[in-house]
């Protein structure tokens, strides 16, 4: 678990993440993560949350960990995964603060997060990370191993465990309240916003 | 009459739906090329050529461009000359499908129910529009609609009073509240006119253009043109990381309406507009 800032200027950041690993990471950092990814979209955090409001042990501990929001493509023969790239992020808006609240460390996606998600980031000390939405064949090369952890039956959408190499991403927001969407918009829009 | 048999169908509509996540159509590449020559962000420019490299990996390692391989979204137009034998039309259309995606490796996102969502596991039914025209061809349009955009689009009933004013207004809102989520650089779809199935249709329908092509309507095309500099001054940018590439095309299409109404519709699609067609 570190984040280390290369040569290129990229943080390098390996899993599970501590406080003080999302603490050093800042709104528009880009970063390449290395180590264990958790996919879950809609139909696994709607089978989370029941065993969250009655306070059950989950099928992953999350302390630490990192949600990626995807459903991959299937692997062609040989291959380890098929196109994984994000999904939209604001659909898990409402499982995510209590989720954070159980020492989730990070979530992935695309998309702006709600306030109440933003606010968990800051109260909880997490970050969610852009990945390139659209962008699930080349993103498909960082993945090296894919095994189904839970919910099997969901198909796409079961919770997968991926270890991932240098995955390219970007900080959208940090602990601190950055929001890399309302800064890049204000530093390009020329009118009406 | 001309016999077409249902098999020549599903061949057609199985390559269609596989070409179409794999191979993405030379207008957005040519579109990509040319957002780089006038996008000032560092961000945006990385996002833009990391999306022609995606392209280029799709095609080469046969993995789809994005991994929602989209809901099938299919436009007949039966010449009224065709006669479709050995089964039904929208059948073959669908076993197109589930053989496109099962053997093209392609993601299966289609639930049963709205409300048991389980899913069908093959990406079928396809959403189908079947147009009858004059003459002896049967033209297939297919577009793999992704998910994530087609929950931005939106649709409003404006008054005539709004007028062309109104209209452009909502498209350029669509764009803002659409924002970094529906994967900028984005694609618009409009429909103005008709009633309030025939608008959204039509905003489908528009996406078929080539992206970058003017509109045949003169008055339509300086719409179109205004409104894609006004979303590109929005700031938006590449995966709404800030920029000047917002959107890489809007295409408007008319309809005559009543004199109380003013619908508007706008289809919000992805920089992964796949879309491909075949005529038999």
Redesign the interface.
């Known amino acids: 678990m570190s984040v280390t800032t290369a040569a290129d200027g990229i943080k390098d950041v390996t899993t599970p993440l501590s406080d003080a690993d999302v603490e050093s990471l800042k709104t528009g950092d880009r970063v390449r993560i290395s180590g264990v990814l958790y996919t879950a979209r809609d ?1 696994a955090h709607g089978r989370l949350w029941p065993l969250i409001q009655d306070g059950q042990p989950l099928p992953i501990d999350v302390r630490g960990q990192i949600i990626y929001y ?7 023969p040989g ?1 380890v995964v ?4 994000p ?2 992020a ?1 659909r898990m808006d409402k499982f995510t603060p209590a989720l954070i609240k159980l020492g989730l460390k990070a979530t992935m996606g ?3 997060r709600s306030q109440p998600v933003k606010d968990a980031f800051k109260q909880y000390t997490a970050v969610y990370f ?1 990945a ?7 993103l ?2 960082f993945v090296r191993r894919v095994e189904i952890v839970a919910y099997e039956d ?4 079961a919770i997968r465990r991926l270890e991932v190499e240098n995955f390219p991403a ?1 900080v959208v927001n940090d602990c601190r309240g950055g929001d ?2 309302q ?11 | 009459m001309r016999d077409v048999h249902v098999s020549a169908i599903v061949d057609a509509v199985k390559k269609l739906c596989i070409d179409a996540n794999l191979e993405l159509e030379p207008d957005m590449l040519r579109a990509f090329d040319r957002a780089l020559t006038t996008e ?2 560092t ?2 420019k990385q ?1 833009l050529q ?2 022609k ?2 392209a280029e ?2 095609r080469t ?9 989209g809901f099938v979204v299919c436009f007949v137009e039966l010449g009224q000359d065709v006669h479709v034998t050995g089964g039904a039309l929208y059948n073959a259309i669908n076993e197109g499908v589930r053989l496109g995606y099962t053997e093209g ?5 289609i639930v049963r129910s709205p409300f048991d ?1 389980v ?1 069908t ?1 093959d990406n079928t039914p396809a959403v189908i529009h079947v147009d009858v025209v004059p003459g002896a061809a049967l033209r297939l349009q297919i577009m793999a609609k ?3 955009c087609e ?1 931005r689009s939106k649709y409003t009933m404006l008054t005539p009073a709004a007028g062309i004013e109104g209209v452009k207004d909502f498209i ?1 809102d669509c764009v ?1 509240t659409a ?5 900028p650089p984005l694609i618009l779809g409009v429909g103005v006119g008709g009633t309030f199935e025939k608008a959204a249709l039509l905003s489908k329908k528009a996406l078929f253009r080539e992206v970058g092509s003017a509109n045949s309507d003169p008055t339509l095309d300086a719409l179109e043109k205004e409104l894609l500099a ?1 979303a590109n ?5 590449p ?6 590439t917002t959107s890489l095309g809007i295409h408007v299409l008319t309809y005559p309406c009543h004199i109380t109404s003013l619908p508007v519709a706008v289809t919000i699609e ?3 507009h796949r879309h491909k067609e075949a005529t038999l």
């Open positions: 139909a995807t459903g991959p493509s299937p692997a062609r291959d098929g196109s994984v790239g999904t939209t604001s695309k998309g702006a852009g390139i939405g659209g962008a699930g064949a080349v498909s090369r969901l198909g796409t959408e970007i890399l969407y800064d890049g918009m204000k530093a390009y829009a020329r009118e009406e916003t | 000032r962000s961000a945006g996002v990391i999306l490299d995606n990996m799709a390692r046969r993995i789809p461009y994005c991994q929602d391989t490796y392609l993601r299966a996102s969502r899913n596991g992704g998910g994530g929950n350029i803002k924002g970094p989520d529906a994967c006004r001054r929005l700031g938006i940018g995966q709404g990381y800030g920029g000047d992805c920089h992964a």
